[in-house]
């Protein structure tokens, strides 16, 4: 699929989970989709519907304005990144079991982590991904100007071979609907880390 503001082109798995038009891309996510392997047990789920293309070398900015409808708990909107089964990272806005709209944020490295950073209002919020060197930063942004890091990482010794894009999930339902719009990818590094300027 060719989205607006990527420049090179994504696949979509399911392919039937997604479509575009000229401003954003909508996804909805399968029943009981998840990306997931627990640390504290043999529980894992690999079948979130996903939207991944392989970024140009080199540092990257991507982001985009992602609008989930909840209707259960775990139904999120995520930039993901993705090298492999046991390797990826995703920067959630998710759903919590006390029904309020957050942001989470999880890294797997043969087992993965949970980590909620904060509670937004409203379903709408920003998020970005950046690759800086052989690590990856992940902010959030409520205001549409400000941005906030949640999470500072690496995932693999090499970060060219990581796919980069989108995913949809509804772990706990029958599925959601997530719109990714004012999306934005550019070739260049992140300046100042801490405050996401």
């Known amino acids: 699929m060719n989205i607006p503001g990527m420049p090179f082109p994504l696949v979509a798995v399911p392919a039937d989970a997604w479509r575009a038009d000229s401003h954003s891309?909508?996804?909805?996510?399968?029943?009981?989709?998840?990306i997931?392997?627990?640390?504290?047990?043999?529980?894992?789920?690999?079948?979130?519907?996903?939207?991944?293309?392989?970024?140009?070398?080199?540092?990257?900015?991507?982001?985009?304005?992602?609008?989930?409808?909840?209707?259960?708990?775990?139904?999120?909107?995520?930039?993901?990144?993705?090298v492999d089964e046991r390797r990826w990272a995703k920067l959630c806005f998710e759903f919590s079991p006390t029904a309020e709209p957050m942001i989470v944020s999880v890294v797997c490295r043969g087992v993965a982590d949970d980590a909620n950073a904060f509670v937004v209002a409203g379903r709408s919020v920003r998020l970005r991904v950046?690759?800086?060197?052989?690590?990856?930063?992940?902010?959030?942004?409520?205001?549409?100007?400000?941005?906030?890091?949640?999470?500072?990482?690496?995932?693999?010794?090499?970060?060219?071979?990581?796919?980069?894009?989108?995913?949809?999930?509804?772990?706990?339902g029958e599925g959601c609907s997530v719109t990714f719009d004012e999306i934005r990818f550019v070739s260049e590094r992140l300046a100042h880390l801490r405050d996401g300027s």
């Open 25 to 34: 891309v909508t996804a909805i996510a399968p029943p009981r989709s998840d």
């Open 36 to 82: 997931f392997v627990d640390p504290g047990g043999p529980e894992s789920s690999l079948n979130a519907a996903t939207l991944l293309g392989v970024a140009p070398d080199g540092d990257f900015q991507l982001s985009a304005r992602v609008t989930v409808d909840f209707a259960t708990t775990y139904d999120a909107g995520v930039l993901l990144l993705w």
């Open 130 to 172: 950046s690759r800086v060197g052989p690590a990856y930063a992940y902010h959030a942004c409520v205001d549409g100007q400000s941005w906030q890091l949640i999470r500072y990482f690496s995932i693999d010794d090499d970060p060219v071979r990581a796919l980069v894009g989108f995913e949809a999930q509804s772990p706990t």
